[in-house]
């Protein structure tokens, strides 16, 4: 029985870092009008930065088509999923209009079990995660409209953790009993549009903005599992935030997420 249930934890949450991808300012192309090397409103910037992603709660169902036996039912069986990412940024900013960006980094996840467990026993067992693994992302924002210091944009992402050594739950790690599991391919995809609406004053440009979002992780057959599908139960989401630009060459921004995901983020950004 533990084992069968090790099994499924392991290939089931070893990369959910794929569901962690944050939105960002929308308007951020058009807050840089300079650099720490370059002059005022130039053709082309380039920026650096740290980004941390806290994400809490993840909805998933299991997809049409897919089995899994009762016990093993995220519905009934899991409250809440959740994952820390750090990460490093660097991106291209065209014209004041156009951003592309590339996060790389760690991601680690956490599990909680059942909010009001059958037994103490499962809370002690139960109560999982990872240590931190290689994760990225890769994106674009554009400012579509303009009104002085108000930008109405649209943003896109794709977020990933691919397959590694380090993509695996600590399984009973409270109590220190490692189990040794076999291995079972998977892949997983997510990605993300948006549009978002900021206006800056002063220092602060605050933003909000509606998302679609979109996730599949497909686990093939191992030794203990069938082959499984998910998807994200709510397409649909919201997120809101603020930046702070003291100057157009460093920002720092706030961001909270809801509905299709429980979810705030912290990132700086500095301008060359």
Not at 166 to 187: I, T
Request: a neutral charge; hydrophobic letters at 40%.
């Amino acid at each position: 029985m533990f084992r069968r249930i090790a099994s499924f934890l392991f290939f089931f949450f070893a990369s959910k870092a794929l569901f962690a991808a944050p939105v960002g300012n929308p308007g951020t192309p058009g807050l840089m009008s300079g650099g720490l090397f370059s002059g005022s409103n130039p053709l082309i910037k380039a920026t650096t930065g740290y980004l941390a992603d806290y994400v809490s709660n993840l909805p998933l169902e299991l997809a049409s088509g897919s089995s899994a036996e009762p016990e093993l039912d995220p519905e009934k069986t899991f409250s809440k999923f959740g994952l820390h990412s750090q990460m490093a940024t660097v991106s291209l900013v065209f014209l004041q209009r156009l951003e592309t960006y590339a996060l790389l980094g760690g991601t680690k996840e956490h599990l909680k079990w059942h909010d009001e467990p059958e037994t103490s026993l499962y809370s002690a067992l139960f109560d999982l995660q990872t240590t931190y693994h290689f994760s990225w992302a890769t994106g674009l924002r554009v400012v579509l409209l303009q009104w002085g210091q108000t930008f109405f944009s649209l943003d896109g992402s794709y977020f990933a953790v691919p397959s590694s050594h380090k993509s695996y739950f600590k399984f009973l790690n409270r109590l220190k009993l490692p189990l040794e599991e076999d291995e079972q391919k998977f892949y997983l995809r997510e990605w993300q549009v948006g549009v978002g609406l900021s206006s800056r004053f002063w220092i602060l440009t605050p933003y909000a903005g509606l998302k679609y979002f979109n996730a599949k992780l497909h686990i093939q057959d191992g030794p203990e599992t069938t082959s499984l599908v998910y998807r994200n139960k709510k397409n649909i989401g919201y997120y809101y935030g603020f930046t702070l630009s003291l100057t157009s060459k460093f920002l720092v921004t706030f961001e909270r997420r809801v509905v299709d995901e429980y979810a705030y983020m912290f990132s700086t950004q500095a301008v060359f």
